[in-house]
């Protein structure tokens, strides 16, 4: 689409070929033609708020050097342009594909100074300056969010992340709002009345996606002396401020931890965390300037102990990113890992070193790893680098590859180079790119001059290629000792690639302690000779500690011992990663799922430990809802349902009591299980200890409404009726859309394609709900419709919302029908390989439905 113009001259001869050339996006030439001849860019940015209004108005005035005299493209696409001024010279310029083309004559070599007058669109959806209406009070807040190449839809700029700037921001808003940046605030003056110009300082250099802005009645929260500051809005300040004394000491000693690791002291002269209702993201690292999701802080749900320490992780991820991508940035989006998986790799690391006694690294492989695993094994996977030829097509780097598997890949490298070279070369590739950028070779280079290691196999196969390792394990014992310990790996996409590793297997006995053995795979097979003569093992597994990348499945001897032992296992590292290999057996067809649902249901009463209890819960409760017949599932959903009721009541722990509840809201579906549900949002039935939370009491209902419980139409209207906030309105939207009548998805259906008909977050709410597991053959009819939007979905949301889209509505299918139904499209639409590659990706869970249930049919 091309940008509307105030003033477009169109001129003839050697200007007009120049611009048929002008490309949509930003392809990488032209930006690696740009960064070749363009420096020291700065940005003097102004920005007029008007509350209500659909645009804001503004002028730029860009300062940049030029090493030659060529044709020079600005980007700029959706807004207006006014007047331009290129060397103080009034002078005409073409608009087209997304570019404003600034031509030879009008510029000169060395300095050059362009000001330009604009107008930038505002809405609720759909655009990088987005309006919040806050349902609570009337008020309204405006916020940026400009990754990866948005920034040119709010100003003209060169958006890309290899033309660093320095930004000097003012913005006069109304007197009631408060303003905040990158910077620190310079001055505050009234102009007209009601309104104040706040002028920011001018930033240290940085990428044009992390510049922004949030503006509206934010209340600074009350804060500990010398901790950084925390912004919220007005109508949640009562919420938010119990959260404000972790929030600030998370960040606080993230930045001494950050700051001693990478020998580098905080690179930016402030720090602020503003939590942003609605945001599409958890977070966004702005320099200086995180904007937090308001919904990842403050829980709408009672939260548990691992609640609250995924969002300290959520913190420290952003706060590693002012080091890891805001300091140094990757020079093209093709390398995003460097930046996201570096930063919840270190997010962890700081976080262990907090708190030793939080088992961290087991919840880091709970977090990342069976996420990342479960996208590697899919066709649609990518490698960590993806090779991006224009930044309009940056979006398809994000998800699990760069957010779970990169930080998964460099856990594995710490392990294979040590502890010390890999910190020591974190720190020299930090101290050679300051305030610069760099790619993945950079850092090679780095982490190989310190531990004089050659890596560059090991990076090809782990951040050039996609796919991962299957490693098996053979072992024999001649009387009681070992006589054979074997690995063998293959890649679970079926190339012959090998991939060279670094793992601890472990020898398991009943009456001694385990044996731990560090070895390196770098063939298709090796023997573990230091394992021959010991004494033979219960079991064997290759993982142990999870410091190696990839499916560790046990061998059918150690299976069989793991499952009749594994509620006894004292050790909860090695106990959560061995229920994580058997569920991998499910998906691979390997185990019965009920076989998995019976273990689940004898060994769960006693696990004390609530994430894993969390993670097996929704492991059988997938298999329930996916993997096992009808029948099986009327059968074995009692059993669970009175499981989940009594220990909601009877846990000692708190935690667990929140796990069993939430755990009884995805299993009911008797008229007894759902009779509970009802009892819990009347009062007749409590969590002991646990107060529901606006969420929880929405959760409850929604599952009685997507369940056509007789009731579920009056529990709906009276929790509507209670609860008015605009949290509220929100979560009753969601809940509408699980209505199970065709009337109620169709008007939705048409919603979700109207980017003008409701926040995003209130869209992505609804998705899962509209495409309840029970409702399958009902929203079957709009898996194609949903399909056939992709082009749109893509073009208009924001980068996670594309993913969403397909998960829900791929995954609310379990039928044979519905797998054709995606092969169809796949093998007749035409599409992008990006888009193809998501689909695959989302698919596979379909794919591995029909194809346990044809395995294990009863």
Not at 375 to 382: H, P
Not at 827 to 844: G, N, P, S, V
Request: proline share 6%.
């Amino acid at each position: 689409m091309n940008s509307p113009a105030l003033f477009l001259f169109i001129f003839v001869g050697a200007v007009g070929c120049a611009l048929a050339q002008a490309p949509p996006g930003i392809p990488r030439d032209l930006a690696r033609e740009r960064a070749d001849g363009v420096s020291d860019v700065r940005y003097g940015l102004s920005f007029a708020l008007t509350p209500g209004a659909p645009n804001v108005s503004g002028e730029v005035e860009i300062r940049f050097n030029l090493r030659r005299v060529t044709p020079l493209l600005l980007d700029f696409r959706e807004g207006r342009v006014g007047s331009v001024q290129i060397n103080g010279v009034a002078t005409p310029v073409v608009v087209e594909n997304g570019h404003l083309e600034l031509f030879p004559g009008s510029l000169r070599r060395g300095e050059n100074t362009v000001r330009i007058q604009f107008v930038s669109p505002v809405a609720t959806a759909g655009t990088p300056i987005t309006r919040f209406e806050d349902r609570d009070d009337g008020s309204e807040y405006i916020y940026t969010l400009f990754v990866p190449m948005d920034a040119s839809m709010a100003f003209p700029c060169f958006d890309q992340p290899d033309l660093k700037a320095r930004f000097k921001l003012e913005v006069t808003a109304p007197e009631s709002w408060t303003v905040i940046s990158n910077a620190p605030v310079e001055s505050a003056t009234e102009t007209d009345p009601y309104q104040l110009r706040t002028i920011f300082e001018e930033t240290r250099p940085i990428s044009t996606y992390l510049f922004a802005f949030a503006a509206g009645p934010f209340r600074k929260l009350e804060e500990l002396p010398g901790m950084p500051a925390v912004y919220a809005r007005d109508s949640v300040l009562e919420r938010a401020q119990p959260e404000v004394a972790r929030l600030e000491r998370v960040t606080s000693r993230g930045m001494s931890y950050f700051a001693d690791y990478f020998a580098q002291p905080f690179p930016f002269p402030k720090y602020d965390t503003v939590l942003i209702p609605g945001l599409a993201y958890g977070g966004m690292e702005h320099a200086g300037a995180t904007f937090l999701r308001e919904e990842s802080v403050l829980f709408r749900t009672a939260p548990t102990n691992s609640d609250l320490l995924r969002r300290d992780i959520l913190v420290l991820h952003e706060l590693a990113h002012q080091w890891f991508g805001d300091l140094v940035t990757m020079r093209w989006f093709d390398d995003l890992w460097l930046k996201e998986g570096f930063a919840q790799y270190m997010a962890f690391h700081a976080l262990d070193s907090f708190e030793p006694g939080e088992d961290v690294w087991k919840r880091f492989y709970e977090s990342l790893k069976p996420a990342a695993y479960a996208i590697d094994s899919t066709l649609g996977t990518t490698p960590i680098y993806q090779d991006i030829p224009n930044l309009q097509d940056a979006k398809s780097a994000y998800g699990a590859i760069v957010y779970s598997k990169a930080p998964g890949v460099l856990k594995q490298l710490a392990f294979v180079l040590g502890a010390e070279q890999f910190r020591d070369g974190l720190r020299l590739y930090l101290k050679e790119h300051a305030y610069a950028n760099a790619e993945w070779a950079d850092l090679v280079r780095a982490l190989e001059s310190v531990s004089r290691q050659s890596l560059r196999n090991w990076a090809e196969m782990w951040i050039r290629r996609r796919g991962m390792p299957q490693v098996d394990v053979t072992w024999t014992c001649e009387g009681d000792r070992l006589s054979r310990v074997s690995l063998s790996q293959r890649d679970v996409l079926g190339t012959r690639d090998l991939w060279p590793m670094a793992t601890q297997v472990v020898l398991d006995y009943a009456n001694d302690n385990p044996v731990r053995i560090r070895v390196g795979l770098n063939g298709r097979t090796m023997e573990v000779r230091e394992a021959v003569g010991k004494p033979c093992p219960r079991f064997v597994f290759a993982n142990d500690a999870d410091f190696a990348y990839g499916r560790f499945l046990l061998d059918g001897r150690s299976r069989e011992e793991v499952m009749s032992r594994l509620g006894g296992m004292p050790d909860l590292f090695r106990r959560t990663l061995l229920w994580g290999s058997l569920w991998e057996s499910v998906r691979e067809a390997q185990l019965d799922p009920r076989a998995y649902l019976e273990l689940a249901a004898k060994l769960l009463p006693g696990e004390s430990d609530e994430a894993l209890a969390r993670s097996i819960l929704a492991r059988a409760t997938t298999a329930l809802h996916r993997y096992v017949s009808d029948e099986t599932r009327r059968r074995l959903v009692p059993g669970f349902e009175t499981l989940a009721a009594e220990r909601m009541v009877e846990s000692r722990d708190a935690d667990l009591r929140i796990v069993w509840f939430r755990a009884l809201q995805g299993l009911a579906e008797t008229p007894v299980g759902l009779g509970q549900l009802k009892d819990l949002l009347n009062g007749r039935l409590w969590v002991p200890g646990v107060e529901l939370r606006a969420l929880d009491r929405w959760n409850l209902v929604t599952a009685l409404v997507a369940m056509g419980d007789p009731d579920g139409a009056a529990v709906f209207n009276a929790e509507r009726q209670r609860d008015s906030s605009g949290d509220g309105q929100k979560y009753a939207y969601a809940a509408e859309a699980a209505r199970p009548d065709p009337e109620t998805k169709q008007e939705f259906f048409q919603e979700y394609l109207r980017t003008d008909s409701n926040p995003e977050d209130w869209i992505e709410q609804s998705l899962f709900p509209f495409n309840s597991w029970n409702q399958s053959e009902l929203t079957a009819s709009y898996l194609k419709q949903a399909l056939d939007a992709l082009p749109q979905i893509k073009s208009e949301r924001k980068i996670f919302f594309l993913e969403n889209w397909l998960d829900a509505f791929i995954y609310g299918q379990q039928s044979p029908a519905a797998q054709a139904e995606v092969r169809r499209y796949l093998d007749t639409a035409r599409m992008d390989r990006d888009l193809r590659l998501k689909i695959l990706e989302a698919a596979d869970e379909l794919d591995r439905t029909v194809a346990i249930r044809r395995k294990f049919p009863n």
